[in-house]
């Protein structure tokens, strides 16, 4: 039964194949027995998620139920879900239980769905392998000696794993994309303001975005569906009407106009990897495609930019973790300073408080102009590569990330490094555009992912585009030898 | 060597919204602590700001009163520092693009004279919350509380140019400000209620130099009088340091209200760098000139424009109608009592005169008027007519602020009417004339011209026979009859 | 680029972190990696380029003035370290 997607759950739920309680129990169970291989998640609400299969099972037997009744799916522990702890992966936010729920998390249980429970990432989503987590490093199901990628390397692992079909996740330079590519899963971040931010932990607030990560473009559009859309508790969620990102999963790619950035083929790029990629772009040549040479000739400034952007607005989004109104509080503080010196410091792990750091730099007196304000003006840079190139193709593809999954530990004492492994995947967030990473093979045995960059608010045709692909191959379908 | 005092003011004024800048928290005063802070004002995780439109809307009010540049497009900023009763560890405030641009308005000063101060900008921004010190609390654990209720309601703060040139035109400056945001309705203004506040920016330099010496910031002056002797102590603080070869420091300073003197805020000097950068939850606010131009038609009259009406349309004097337009609940007042009683000059006089002495002695602001304007009217309409004279007027006021009902319902009920009746008054002064022979003959034997200086004090013995009632215009007639006829 | 102890006291005042005596050179040379990283943006010509703090062009839209949040202060107050008479309690504060 884990083995199901989202679109074959919901056939079977409404065909009385199973119900959803049945389905729910059967993935609890599995977490139980397998995640203590993975660490995919940080809390597990069983007895609430059998709650909800009941009453979605009620639902479903008087033949009113909405899109997702009785489909599991769990939240990236970044998104705040009423009466659940929500963490973020710190040890600031470890005794945080949120008295509201996320848009995101909303949007869910209206549309009938259970949730598992949360899952882990690296700490206050700052990460590219899940090993910054306060509640220990996430596992790759591909290779438990590696990293599944970050942030959402909880979400990513346990989808992966086979603990559930779908989770919820979040993007601010990568975060979505990279550990899918890591995974062998299929993971959107959607255009910037599609899917709500409120109740999402802010870690870069004009960069973060939240999407899904699950096993097919299929069930990715499915839920998309639920996520998105106007929220106006957001400022800057789009008002713009949501849609059925199903709908065009069938339409023809013929005739498609592909973009390939030479920038994403050069130095740094491994060798399988890239070999991957190319396969992936010829099979979809004999889709239909034409692939175009473009270039995104700013595309080396994307990772410096976004290095100063979002510690930038990290530092400030921070803040509020002060040990006053809620959180982590040093024992017996001797003063007001000694507080706040002392529950951030020991409230937070290392790669957050040298991102905060770094942020208060680039923001202070005499740095200001040179960083913060030269990072935003590179930024319109980039913006405008893709605005150029998207005057002429329809789609942008590469790859998702240089490398396959590296070694746990491996990246630790460099966060350059680490950084660097963002580096196809950040200027999608800087510029605001639509990424996806889909799975296309396998490097030294492990997941590939071809990462899709569609034009703003292109998301059904990206998913499209994303579908059709996995019509015609089976990567998707390939399963970690852990999951077995 | 002469001294030359330069102030600017930064004035924080509470716009008077339901509900707060970026939540839709109450902004009521008085609430027990902490019931009117949401999870935004809390600064939850995950919680979002929206701005409110009437926040906005009142600050183009504002800038249009000024006559001030609008900021089409104005843009948030986190402006960075770390304090208990700022929950985000930022303010949302603006910077570069605030919401108002430059303007200048007119002050008017005691001696009559007006001068023009120059408005640098204005730009909305949120309050932080308060700190309590342990007073509140029964255990003596000596820790602060925080009370976040306030958190979030919107401010406009507006930013002078170093224009003032003494204590008494910042005062009138703020004084200004405060008639213009009543006036508008945008703020009640309640200076004890923190509405309104005042950071003012003060240096000294030597008459005639053009460069400004460097300057003292005293935060939190909250009363139009600590404004003055704040500057006043500050500026006298500045000039002895220097002539006693000291160096001014620019730091910030608080004023000690029961010691008189200002002293610096160390504690706030360390390392204040607030790294502002544009708020990244918020986008740029555009206003459009339709919006704009709306508000304008929608503006109420102001003090200047009401001043020269009150001028013009009823013909008072320039200082007059300057004191009545200062706040518009005495214009208010002014105006129904003017026109219900079709005396505009009289109802002035009454109004800056008896009226202000009443309300000044109950500390009573003219809303809460124990005499309503209908029935200042009324008392100056029987004056008018003769009914009663402007002496027994005063006795007929008092009765009113006792809460004796109206103009006419105290004349009745304590029979104050005056006496017309050429019989009565007849009587009057046979009776005068009677009781003072002596007098009587000394007028007979006067020179003539000397006679009608002596008549005063028959008039007088008249006047308090019948208790002030008698019509003194009929007294001076018949007397002046009578005693002709003794000649 | 190297940054100096003394500069990564001063932001970590700013930022209310404490950093330990012993781990300060390794913040200081970590910071300075990224640093480095960051200081390629100086070599990029962007003379009359506007600065990009939103990925969009759009505008905000403003909300109705309505008070709409009741008073949920024991929830809340319930998830704060410490607090006494509705009252969130932090060491003493000196203005």
């Given amino acids: 039964m884990h083995q199901l997607t989202i679109a074959e759950i919901i056939r079977g739920l409404r065909d009385r194949q199973f119900s959803s309680v049945e389905i729910t129990s059967h993935l609890l169970e599995r977490i139980q027995q397998l995640d203590s291989q993975f660490n995919s998640f940080i809390t597990v609400t069983g007895e609430q998620a059998i709650q909800q299969a009941a009453a979605a099972d009620a639902r479903l037997a008087q033949g009113n139920a909405p899109a997702l009744c009785g489909v599991p799916i769990a939240h990236k522990d970044i998104f705040c879900t009423n009466g659940v702890r929500t963490s973020c992966a710190s040890k600031m936010l470890d005794n945080f239980v949120p008295p509201y729920d996320a848009t995101v998390v909303d949007n869910f249980l209206q549309a009938g769905a ?54 919820t996740a979040s993007d601010t330079g990568g975060s979505i994309r990279q550990p899918a590519a890591m995974t062998g899963t299929t993971g959107l971040k959607p255009t910037y303001g599609r899917v709500s931010r409120w109740g999402m932990i802010a870690f870069a607030s004009s960069l973060d975005q939240g999407g899904p990560i699950a096993r097919t473009a299929e069930d990715a559009a499915l839920m998309l569906s639920v996520m998105a859309g106007p929220d106006t508790k957001d400022s800057t969620c789009l008002d713009r009407p949501t849609q059925d990102y199903t709908a065009n999963l069938n339409e023809s790619i013929s005739g498609l106009k592909i973009g390939v950035p030479s920038e994403y083929f050069g130095e740094g790029l491994d060798s399988e990897v890239g070999a991957r ?29 976004y290095y100063v952007i979002a510690p930038a607005e990290a530092s400030a989004n921070l803040s509020r973790f002060d040990g006053v109104r809620y959180g982590y509080r040093c024992e017996n503080p001797a003063d007001l300073r000694d507080l706040y010196m002392r529950s951030r410091g020991e409230g937070f792990g290392e790669e957050v408080k040298r991102r905060i750091l770094v942020g208060s730099y680039a923001l202070s007196a005499g740095y200001y102009d040179a960083y913060y304000n030269k990072a935003q003006q590179v930024r319109r840079l ?103 | 060597m002469e001294w030359e005092v330069v102030i600017g003011l930064e004035v924080h004024v509470q716009l008077a919204t339901q509900s ?43 800038g249009l009163a000024m006559n001030a540049e609008i900021g089409k497009r104005s843009v948030f900023e986190r402006k960075n520092y770390f304090y208990p009763d700022l929950p985000k560890g930022y303010q949302t405030t603006q910077l570069e693009q605030p919401i108002v641009g430059a303007g200048q308005i007119e002050i008017h000063l005691e001696d009559g004279s007006s001068k023009t101060v ?76 923190g509405s309104l506040r005042c950071d003012a920016n003060v240096s000294v330099r030597l008459k005639g130099e053009e460069e400004l010496g460097t300057r003292a910031e005293i935060k939190n002056l909250n009363s139009f009088r600590f404004i003055e002797k704040a500057i006043k102590v500050e500026a006298q603080r500045q000039i002895d340091l220097i002539e006693d070869g000291g160096k ?113 002695r109950e500390d009573k602001s003219i809303v809460d008027s124990p005499v309503p304007a209908e029935h200042l009217a009324s008392l100056i309409a029987r004056i008018k007519d003769n009914t009663i004279s402007s002496k027994i007027a005063k006795q007929v006021f008092e009765a009113m602020a006792n809460g004796e009902g109206d103009a006419d319902t105290v004349i009745e009920a304590k029979g104050l009417k005056q006496v017309t009746d050429t019989g009565a008054i007849e009587k009057l002064v046979d009776d005068v004339l009677a009781a003072n022979g002596a007098q009587v003959e000394n007028y007979r034997s006067a020179d003539p011209d000397k006679r009608p200086k002596m008549m005063g004090f028959f008039v007088g013995q008249i006047m308090k026979a019948s208790k002030g009632q008698a019509n003194p215009q009929m007294i001076n007639e018949i007397l002046q009859q009578k005693l002709n006829a003794l000649l | ?28 040379s970590r910071l300075g990696d990224v640093l480095q990283l960051v200081d390629q943006l100086q070599a990029v010509n962007t003379d009359g380029v506007e600065p990009m703090a939103h990925p969009l062009d759009e505008v905000q839209v403003l909300r109705r003035d309505q008070v709409t949040e009741p008073n949920r202060r024991e929830e809340f107050l319930a998830l704060a370290p410490q607090t006494e008479a509705g009252l969130y309690l932090v060491p003493k504060v000196i203005d």
């Fill in chain 3, 1 to 28: 680029m190297a940054v100096d102890a003394q500069t990564v006291e001063k932001l970590a005042e700013l930022a209310r972190i404490a950093i330990s005596k012993e781990t300060i050179d390794d913040v200081s």
């Fill in chain 2, 118 to 193: 120059r408005l640098h900008h204005a730009h909305l921004e949120e309050d932080a919350g308060k700190s309590l010190h342990e007073a509140v609390f029964d255990s003596g654990h000596g820790m602060s509380g925080i009370d976040l209720n306030r958190a979030g309601t919107p401010l406009i703060e507006i930013v002078s140019e170093p224009d003032m040139r003494s204590a008494a035109e910042a005062v009138a400056y703020l004084k200004k400000i405060h008639s213009i945001v009543t006036y508008l309705g945008i703020s009640d203004g309640d200076m004890s209620q």
């Fill in chain 2, 20 to 62: 707060k800048i970026f939540s839709g928290a109450s902004t009521a005063f008085g609430a027990e602590p902490n019931t009117q802070a949401c999870a935004i004002d809390l600064a939850m995780p995950g919680t979002l700001p929206v701005p409110n439109e009437e926040a906005f809307r009142y600050a183009v009010m504002f």
């Fill in chain 1, 114 to 167: 259970v949730s598992l429970g949360k899952t882990n990432m690296d700490e206050f989503a700052m990460g590219s392998s899940n090993e910054s987590s306060y509640y220990g490093a996430v596992k790759n199901p591909w290779d438990v000696e590696r990293i599944p990628g970050g942030s959402s390397g909880g979400s990513a692992a346990a989808v992966a794993a086979q603990l559930v079909p779908a989770t």
């Fill in chain 1, 382 to 484: 980039i913006k405008q590569d893709f605005v150029d190139a998207f005057q002429k193709v329809d789609v942008i593809m590469g790859p998702t990330a240089p490398n396959p999954a590296f070694k746990l530990g491996e990246k630790n004492a460099d966060p350059v490094a680490m950084y660097l492994e963002d580096i196809y995947t950040i200027a999608t967030n800087l510029a605001g555009l639509p990424g996806m990473s889909i799975p296309c093979g396998f490097a030294h045995g492990l997941p590939v992912g071809l990462q899709l960059i569609g034009n703003y608010l292109d998301e059904a045709r990206m998913l499209n585009i994303a579908h059709q692909f996995q019509q015609a191959s089976d990567w998707h379908q390939k399963i970690a030898p852990a999951a077995q």
């Fill in chain 2, 248 to 360: 001014v420091v620019q730091e910030t300073r608080l004023y000690d209200a029961d010691k008189n003197e200002t002293r610096s805020m160390r504690s706030k000097e360390v390392a204040n760098d607030y790294r502002y950068f544009p708020c990244p939850d918020l986008l740029p606010v555009v206003l459009s000139d339709e919006y704009i131009e709306q508000i304008r038609a929608e503006l109420p009259e102001l003090p200047d424009a009401k001043c020269a009406r009150f001028e013009s349309e009823y013909g008072l004097s320039a200082y007059d109608a300057d004191q009545l337009t200062q706040e518009r609940a005495t214009a208010d007042y002014f105006e129904q009592v003017a026109t219900k009683s079709g005396e505009p000059k009289l109802a002035a006089n009454w109004v800056m005169g008896e009226l202000a002495a009443l309300l000044n």
């Fill in chain 1, 277 to 305: 990629v190319q396969e992936a772009l010829k099979e979809y040549e004999k889709l239909g495609a034409e692939l175009v040479e473009i270039s995104l000739p700013h595309s080396k400034l994307a990772v410096p930019a």
